[in-house]
Structures are given as structure tokens and as C-alpha cells.
């Protein structure tokens, strides 16, 4: 049928979540209250026109609400670790650009490798297993991330793959159980939100932990079993601070 795109719910949308980054990423606080005028602006222009950007009643969903809420929370911390590792290997390893690709080379491999077997997975045991595979894989690999920063190179590309196999996991269970969620009407709506908070979690890890690593000075780690030393100890820190995150996911 024919229909409108909601560009003015759109764009109050995009400027909520750019001016609330430009707040993170410069802690200018004039930046806050901007971005809460934009989104609220945007949530009364979903509830007051006929063709939304976004359909309030989605979130009436219970299932729906909670899986975008752990979608997000997971892709927080599993793109803020993609982002957070070439900085790693360059400072405290002091590798160039292809040695830095040699060493992220085995997860990713696998990553595409176990992609195929993670939906055919998901399809025969179901999202809700398949998704608890995904977030014990998460935990693993970030405490194991965690202790061994500081230990040999090869270590490290080694446990970071139970980290990139974790995510076609996760993104596919997710993805499943969403579209399990919503009626026929819904789906493409629904799965259009989910992705959208998939980029903007992505967004949001990197500017909060860049800011992380620009601000943070310790030598102390939370890990009792980390070997990392001085300024190591901070991504350790980090590391720990996406287990919280995923046992809250």
C-alpha cells in the first residue's frame, strides 16, 4: 500500500542521537540538554502523526522491548571491543598496521567460518539457547582478554577468537528471536529499529570508550588474575567492564 516517510521524526531522531555523542565525545554539557529537546521532540511526533518514523506500540511488546535492550547492551560491548583492539595492540604492544591485521586474522576467520553454523544452530535448538551460547562465549572471551593483556602477542590472538565467534551468534539469535516477536505487519518495522539500535550502540561504544582512554590514568586492574601492568591495566579495566555489561545483556 502506499504510504509516507516520516522525515521530520526522522531527523529529530538523528540529531538526538548526534548531539547526545558530540556530548559524550566533549563532555560540552550544552550538548545534553539539546539532544533531550530533540528526543523528546521525537517521541511526541510518533504519538501525534499517522505514519511514525518509529510506531510506539512496538514497545508495547514485552519480548520485543527486552530483546532490543540486549541486542543493544551486546553490541555495545562487542563493537567497543573491535574498537578498542587496534588501539590496544599499537600501545601496549607497539605493532604496526599489518602486524595488527595478523593478529585479529584468526578470529576473524573463524568468525565467517562459524557464521554458516551459527544460523543453522539457531534454526534447529532455537534463539534462546543459541543466544545464551552467544553471551557465555562474550563472558569468556572478555575475561580471558582481560587476564592475559601484557602476555604474548600470539595469546592474545588466540583468546580473541572466542570473542569474534560470539558475534555471529549473537546477531543471528537476536535477529531470530526479534522477528519471532512481531506480528506479519510489524516485522519489517521491528527489524528496522533493530538495526538501527545495532548502529547506534556501535556509535555510543566508540565514543564512550574512547573517552575511556583519553581521560583514564591507574595502575591498579579489577582482574585479580590480570597480568597487565601499568598503562595495560586500564583496557584491562575496560575488558572487565564489558562482562558487567554482558551479564546485565
Known amino acids: 500500500r502506499k504510504g509516507t516517510v516520516d522525515i521530520l521524526g526522522a531527523l529529530w531522531m538523528a540529531l538526538g542521537v548526534a548531539s547526545l555523542i558530540f556530548f559524550i565525545t566533549t563532555f560540552q554539557w550544552l550538548f545534553l540538554p539539546v539532544s533531550l529537546i530533540f528526543f523528546g521532540s521525537f517521541i511526541w511526533r510518533i504519538h501525534h502523526t499517522d ?33 578498542i583492539l587496534p588501539i590496544l595492540l599499537r600501545d601496549i604492544y607497539h605493532l604496526n598496521t599489518i602486524s595488527i591485521g595478523f593478529v585479529l586474522f584468526p578470529g576473524a576467520m573463524c568468525a565467517a567460518i562459524i557464521g554458516q553454523m551459527a544460523g543453522r544452530l539457531t534454526d534447529r535448538v532455537g534463539s534462546e539457547k543459541s ?4 553471551l ?6 572478555f575475561l580471558l582478554i582481560s587476564t592475559f593483556i601484557g602476555s604474548a602477542v600470539w595469546i592474545i590472538s588466540s583468546v580473541l577468537i572466542f570473542g569474534f565467534i560470539a ?3 549473537f546477531q ?3 535477529a531470530n528471536f526479534i522477528s519471532k516477536t512481531l506480528s506479519d505487519g510489524q516485522i519489517g518495522t521491528g527489524m528496522g529499529i533493530y538495526t538501527l539500535c545495532n ?3 556501535g556509535a555510543f561504544g566508540g565514543a564512550i570508550i574512547g573517552k ?3 581521560h583514564t590514568v591507574t595502575d591498579w ?4 588474575f590480570a597480568q597487565a601492568v601499568g598503562t595495560a591495566s586500564i583496557y584491562s579495566n575496560i575488558y572487565m567492564g564489558m562482562i558487567l555489561l554482558t551479564l546485565i545483556s
Open 212 to 214: 575511556i582512554l583519553d
Open 51 to 83: 505514519e511514525p518514523f518509529i510506531r510506539p506500540e512496538l514497545f508495547a511488546n514485552v519480548a520485543f522491548r527486552t530483546m532490543i535492550i540486549t541486542s543493544f547492551l551486546g553490541m555495545f560491548t562487542m563493537m567497543s571491543m573491535m574498537f
Open 131 to 134: 543466544l545464551y551460547l552467544a
Open 221 to 224: 586492574t579489577i582482574n585479580p
Open 172 to 174: 543471528t539469535a537476536t
Open 136 to 141: 557465555g562465549l562474550m563472558l569468556l572471551g
Open 199 to 201: 548502529f547506534m550502540s
Open 167 to 169: 558475534f555471529p551468534f
